[in-house]
């Protein structure tokens, strides 16, 4: 089994990150040679007049769709494993007391190293 990482975007759900909104702003700082950390990119949007009422800068159509990386196991190879448990379990009376036994038998073309620390 191994992972595999899907990127995917949903209709409707827009990202200001890289929004023509954000990339004005980063220009805007960077032609004044400040510095475009995220506290300044945000200020300037909120200069430039692109937050709402309660300061909250909202997505707009114009701005990118999110890209969502989904990851999820997937099946590498074709394996065959084949086996069979038994377990027996007795009690001694009215002691309280018992013996429980159990085994597992497996058979397949699957290798499998105990002492390695790499996925398998």
């Known amino acids: 089994i191994q992972t ?36 300044a990119i945000f200020a300037q949007m909120i200069a430039s007049g692109y937050g709402n009422a309660n300061g909250v800068i909202e997505p707009n159509s114009d701005d990118p769709l999110i890209t969502w990386n989904i990851s999820q196991p997937q099946n590498t190879d074709s394996k065959s494993v084949d086996g069979f448990e038994v377990a027996v379990q007795h009690l001694i009376g009215e002691t309280g007391f018992g013996v429980g036994v159990n085994a597992t038998f497996v058979d397949g073309d699957v290798e499998f190293d105990s002492e390695s620390l790499d996925q398998q």
């Open 4 to 39: 595999t990482i899907t990127q995917t975007t949903i209709d409707g759900l827009y990202d200001v990150l890289n929004g023509p909104r954000y990339l004005q702003a980063v220009s805007d700082i960077e032609s004044r040679g400040e510095q475009a950390t995220t506290d």
